[in-house]
């Protein structure tokens, strides 16, 4: 006889990350209004996690710990498994970066992310710190940073960026990158491009004795190139 495959129904996107008041009192300064979500993914127990991975506020006990202000040293095997973990986030980033068109939800692309870092046996970082209840951060024209993919599907014109973080082998790989949904408008593309520039005026400020708060110098000093303005709630 034959049997039937069960197929698992996807989780419907159903749970609001603002109330109705918070939407009502929020000061919004464009378009863009959340969607709702999915419950948070499961990553299987065999793959290693933070300690934030577990606990009810997704707070690091480790990271509270730490308060040295001297610089970190990385050397030998932890040099290597840095880059390891780096390598892999890249992969994931291009994955993810890779399925953006019109009509894709975050939530969509949040799977993506959650299922490719499960693939290389890594724990997706931004889930359940401090509660973030997804696995990658996806934002979309104004949202600045960190923002929560929902079920609001990418629209033409749009900008998103994707924000993966990868935990493997004790160490976080993180990086983003920024991508137009099908057509960019003339405004989007200068802003973008002048972003990128602005990234490696950054890296390119980075040498042996140089101070740190150089970094934002020299980027701040780009963006007021092209009559632009860095986020300073950030820094």
């Not at 069960?6 to 918070?22: D, F, R, V």
Request: one cysteine or more; aromatic letters at 6%; charged letters at 25%.
């Amino acid at each position: 006889g034959t049997h039937k495959k069960e197929h698992k129904k996807a989780p419907e996107a159903s749970i609001p990350t603002m109330s109705a008041e918070q939407m009502l009192l929020f000061d919004f300064r464009g378009d863009l209004r959340p969607g709702k979500i999915t419950p948070m993914r499961k990553v299987p127990k065999t793959i290693p996690r933070p300690d934030y991975a577990d606990h009810p506020q997704g707070h690091s006990l480790s990271e509270q710990k730490d308060t040295s202000q001297k610089a970190v040293r990385i050397r030998g095997e932890d040099l290597v498994g840095l880059k390891k973990v780096c390598k892999l986030a890249r992969e994931v980033l291009d994955i993810a970066c890779a399925a953006v068109k019109p009509g894709i939800t975050g939530d969509e692309i949040d799977k993506i992310v959650h299922d490719a870092c499960v693939a290389r046996e890594s724990y997706p970082s931004p889930l359940n710190y401090f509660g973030f209840p997804k696995s990658v951060c996806t934002s979309i024209n104004e949202i600045i940073c960190h923002g929560i993919p929902d079920s609001r599907p990418l629209e033409e014109g749009d900008i998103v960026n994707i924000d993966v973080t990868l935990f493997h082998g004790g160490f976080h790989g993180d990086l983003n990158e920024t991508v137009f949904v099908g057509k960019p408008s003339a405004e989007s593309k200068k802003l973008v491009i002048a972003a990128y520039e602005c990234l490696w005026e950054g890296i390119n400020s980075v040498k042996p004795g140089a101070f740190y708060r150089n970094v934002g110098t020299t980027i701040d000093i780009r963006a007021k190139q092209d009559n632009l303005s860095v986020v300073k709630t950030y820094c």
